[in-house]
């Protein structure tokens, strides 16, 4: 485009002449445009500056008449200066790799195995790190009471006096003598794994005879249990999930320690276990629980075997909870600790 300061520089021509040769371009504009595709126009405003536009062949003829749903689209983009741009799909984030290069950062044992598990309940999104089973210690009275609960829905009834005692001191307090009285109670092995088939728990299984200790589990399993105890969709009523909350909110102060290590506060119930191995002298430590994370909940579960001390189990078991954690919560939770010698 010309310059009006060039316009008034150079010579007036004919009126008539210059008609002429305007009518002679728009027809060779539009029988240009005609036969080689759509006219697209792109309008770009700039402040102090004119829209400028351009003439682009399409590759199909009739998608792009003036005339056609997308040629009236196109132009009234155009005259409101917009340019249409495809939708970009939002890459999707492998949040298990995310957790095993946060793992990357968390110092084990020669002689340790650990896996962690990581669920976002308000995404429904989760992560884990690690497979295969492990001894529960003592997470295993979580899975003791739930069935309990479970088995008291059943039959219409609330937790004798008793019941309620014994559990408050196995969750409380980690007591053995209450949580094996309880396993009597339930129906041993056998009504423990009855009751995770309802609970979704598909690869834990009760120990042998009075050994509930040595049941065997997995970091997803754990994930599916506290689901059950933390989550609205659950086999356990409001009541059985709330009262079991509570108590995994009220644990020793001994025992504070694990997946806690992870909330940014006070934010957190959990439950907590510990076994040494009588055949090897190393230490089962697990953790699982719910973590409060700048007011957002996470559900994280840790199990670790084959640790030379249970001060360094416990290390572990908080390095990798903040590293689960992490996955979803980034600054809020570091995966920078490390076993401590």
Do not use: C
């Amino acid at each position: 485009m010309e310059s009006s300061r060039a316009d008034l520089s150079r010579p007036s021509r004919p009126l008539r002449r210059r008609t002429l040769m305007y009518t002679a371009l728009a027809s060779v504009a539009v029988l240009g445009g005609t036969a080689a595709g759509t006219v697209y126009v792109k309008a770009q405003a700039h402040s102090g500056t004119s829209a400028v536009s351009s003439i682009t062949p399409s590759a199909s003829s009739s998608a792009s008449s003036p005339s056609s749903p997308s040629g009236l689209a196109a132009a009234s983009a155009a005259a409101n200066g917009e340019t249409s741009v495809e939708p970009v799909a939002k890459p999707t984030v492998d949040h298990d790799d995310v957790l095993a290069d946060a793992m990357k950062s968390v110092s084990v044992e020669d002689s340790a195995v650990v896996s962690a598990a990581v669920l976002d309940p308000d995404s429904g999104e989760s992560a884990s790190y690690g497979d295969g089973a492990y001894d529960t210690a003592s997470i295993v009275k979580v899975d003791i009471l739930a069935t309990l609960l479970l088995q008291a829905q059943d039959a219409d009834r609330h937790l004798t006096a008793r019941e309620k005692s014994y559990a408050t001191s196995m969750i409380e307090n980690s007591d053995n003598a209450s949580a094996s009285a309880l396993w009597r109670i339930i129906g041993k092995a056998d009504g423990l794994d009855a009751a995770n088939a309802r609970l979704g728990l598909t690869d834990t299984e009760g120990g042998d005879d009075m050994l509930w200790g040595l049941t065997q589990t997995t970091a997803a399993d754990q994930l599916t249990l506290l689901q059950q105890v933390f989550g609205d969709d659950s086999e356990l009523s409001e009541a059985s999930r709330t009262y079991l909350q509570g108590l995994m909110g009220q644990i020793a102060v001994d025992q504070h320690w694990g997946v806690s290590a992870a909330a940014d506060g006070s934010g957190w119930a959990l439950k907590n276990g510990w076994l040494p191995r009588s055949r090897t002298g190393l230490w089962d430590i697990n953790s699982i629980g719910r973590v409060t994370v700048a007011g957002h909940d996470y559900l994280v579960a840790v199990l670790s075997k084959g640790n030379s001390t249970q001060a360094k189990g416990i290390s572990l078991a908080e390095a990798a909870a903040r590293a689960a954690v992490s996955v979803f919560a980034g600054d809020g939770a570091s995966a920078s600790a490390t076993v401590s010698p």
